[in-house]
């Protein structure tokens, strides 16, 4: 049985967006097949949450191979999804300079599959956040359902 959600997704407004794709990577400089966000709706740095999310297209680059006739997102690029929206909130809102690099991942469970066409929401709070280290903790979750979980440490390089 999955842990409650980090917070109520449903108090806000999944519908309204408050951040754009061409916002979130006018901060992150990841480019091309690796721009894997496309928004966010909540951006909160009184609370330390977000919630960001990713149109899961049926045309996307990975569907062809992973898995042929049945494409499901691989786990790996829901890490680096929620890691973007980690280090997008870390650079934008909390002043960290740099490119932040990706240096830990615990506690990550995988409790559902995400297969096209649907939205995945990336729910993410600040656990620790310090001049030289952000550890942020990240769900992943799908019409209410939760994906996946884990807990993230970046650095800024």
């Known amino acids: 049985m999955p842990p409650p959600f980090l917070f109520d997704p ?3 407004d999944l519908t309204r967006v408050v951040l754009t794709r061409e916002e979130i990577y006018e901060v992150l400089p990841q480019r091309h097949e690796f721009m894997l966000l496309d928004g966010a709706v909540l951006v909160d740095t009184r609370a330390q949450r977000m919630i960001a999310f990713a149109d899961i ?21 829901m890490i ?4 973007q929206a980690a ?16 240096t830990a991942l615990d506690g990550c ?3 559902g599959t995400v297969e ?8 993410g709070t600040g656990v620790d956040i310090r001049p030289r280290r952000s550890v942020c903790a990240f769900q992943g979750m ?7 979980e884990g807990q993230f440490t970046g650095i800024p390089i």
Do not use: S
């Open 87 to 102: 280090a997008y909130y870390t650079r934008a809102f909390l002043g960290f300079k740099g490119f932040l690099a990706f």
């Open 57 to 77: 297209r049926e045309d996307a680059w990975w569907t062809r191979g992973h898995i042929p006739n049945r494409p499901l997102l691989p786990g790996v690029l």
């Open 116 to 123: 096209p066409p649907c939205r995945l929401y990336l729910l």
């Open 109 to 111: 469970k995988f409790r």
């Open 80 to 83: 680096e999804m929620a890691a």
């Open 142 to 148: 799908v019409e209410g359902k939760m994906i996946f």
């Open 10 to 12: 449903n108090q806000y």
